[in-house]
Each structure stands twice: as C-alpha cells, then as structure tokens.
C-alpha cells in the first residue's frame, strides 16, 4: 500500500461529512471524532454541552499520489458553507464550526493561502469563517457514530 496522510476537518456535522470523504478518490480510510478542545476523551455529551470546546471532525487518510491536501480542501469546503460561524444548517454550537486542524506549518499556510484564495475569487457571498488550529489530540467518536449513513442506510445529500 501506497504511503498515505492523514488530515482533520471540522464541518458541521460528521456524519455527512464522513460520507461524503469516504466516496473521495484517493481516500482510504476516515475516522469520526473530536478536535480542538481541552477535554481529555471526551464524550459525544460533553462535546454537545460545548463545555469542553471540541468540534466534530472527521481524520481522512489518504494517498498524496491520488489527491493533494489542497484538493482535500477543496472537497472539504464543498460539504458546508465555510461562511458560517459556529453552525451548519440546524446545527448551532462551537461544536459545528468550521475548522481545518492542521498538522505542519506547511499545512497552516497552504489551508491560509487557499481561504485567501477562495476569498478573491468571490465565491462565497461573505468572507470565509473556517478557522486554522493546530491539530490537538484527535479523540475517536463512540462506535455509533463512526459510518452513521452506511450503518443507518441512510443516502448523504453532501
């Protein structure tokens, strides 16, 4: 197997998010979990109390020879609408923020760059709210939650 990567976004809810990586080219693997905040293995409760900080997130693994991190990034901000703060559709909360956890200064400024980008280009109505965080400790979710649309069959409208 091809040496892969790994990255950690945060768009909302992960179930759909999950989803929507795993049908991305060049993706081997995802993990749903928690990102960004400062409760050791939290709890899917205490993420959603948004006492502990954490947001939603989903790990890709990856193949850099099959897609770039700058493509996963523009994946990732096709799922959601990176305009919004600290919510995604119905969901309201810190927890539903939009962020990309990077992993190396390199990462920080090629995800910088991209918003930048993005931003100039006039996509997006407003300006961009996706913040940039150091990837802290990536918890994994509860069982229940990992691959939420294929265990529930339920069809991801991402």
């Known amino acids: 197997m091809a040496k892969t990567q790994k990255a950690v976004f945060a768009a909302g809810c992960f179930w759909g998010v999950q989803a929507a990586f795993d049908e991305t080219p060049g993706v081997v693997k995802t993990t749903v979990g928690y990102c960004g905040g400062k409760t050791a293995n939290p709890s899917y409760e205490q993420v959603c109390s948004h006492a502990s900080g954490h947001a939603e997130a989903v790990e890709v693994e990856y193949e850099p020879q099959k897609i770039s ?40 400024k090629e995800a910088a760059a991209l918003i930048s980008k993005l931003n100039a280009s006039k996509k997006y109505s407003k300006p961009i709210a996706t913040s940039l965080e150091p990837a802290s400790t990536f918890w994994v979710a509860e069982d229940y939650h990992q691959k939420y649309y294929k265990t529930h069959d339920i069809a991801c409208h991402i």
Do not use: C, W
């Open 69 to 108: 991190y700058e493509k996963l990034m523009l994946r990732f901000f096709e799922l959601h609408d990176p305009t919004q703060v600290n919510r995604q559709g119905p969901d309201v909360g810190s927890n539903y923020r939009s962020a990309i956890f990077y992993s190396s200064e390199k990462e920080k």
